[in-house]
Nanobody, 114 residues
Framework: VQLQASGGGLVQAGGSLRLSCAYS????????MNWYRQAPGKERELVAG???????NYADSVKGRFTISRDDAKNTVYLQMDSLKPEDTGVYYC?????????WGQGTQVTVSS
């Protein structure tokens, strides 16, 4: 699966951004689509994800503020981020899991200023 993330940028605390992840390739085998982020000096962490059947999951730190959604007609997964905080700063990656295979997009930078 090929993934292309976009939509990052610089925003003030309390603001919003919407990230997009366009996907293509062998998507019929995909059983999870996720957004991860990596802050400077920290490990990559799961932010939000879709599972088979349409269920979603979120990191505790973003629950109530972030929403993951998808538009299959556009082959795109979105991450709507509201009430952004400086600690949300990092590089955001989209990820597709197909069995034991895990594909990654190139990442998009999100910077939240205080």
């Amino acid at each position: 699966v090929q993934l292309q993330a976009s939509g990052g940028g610089l925003v003030q605390a309390g603001g919003s951004l919407r990230l997009s992840c366009a996907y293509s390739g062998s998507i019929s085998w995909v059983n999870a689509m996720n957004w991860y982020r990596q802050a400077p000096g920290k490990e990559r962490e799961l932010v939000a994800g879709f599972r088979v059947g349409g269920s979603t999951n979120y990191a505790d730190s973003v629950k109530g503020r972030f929403t993951i959604s998808r538009d299959d007609a556009k082959n795109t997964v979105y991450l709507q981020m509201d009430s952004l905080k400086p600690e949300d700063t990092g590089v955001y990656y989209c990820n597709a899991v197909s069995g034991i295979r895990s594909d990654w997009g190139q990442g998009t930078q999100v910077t939240v200023s205080s």
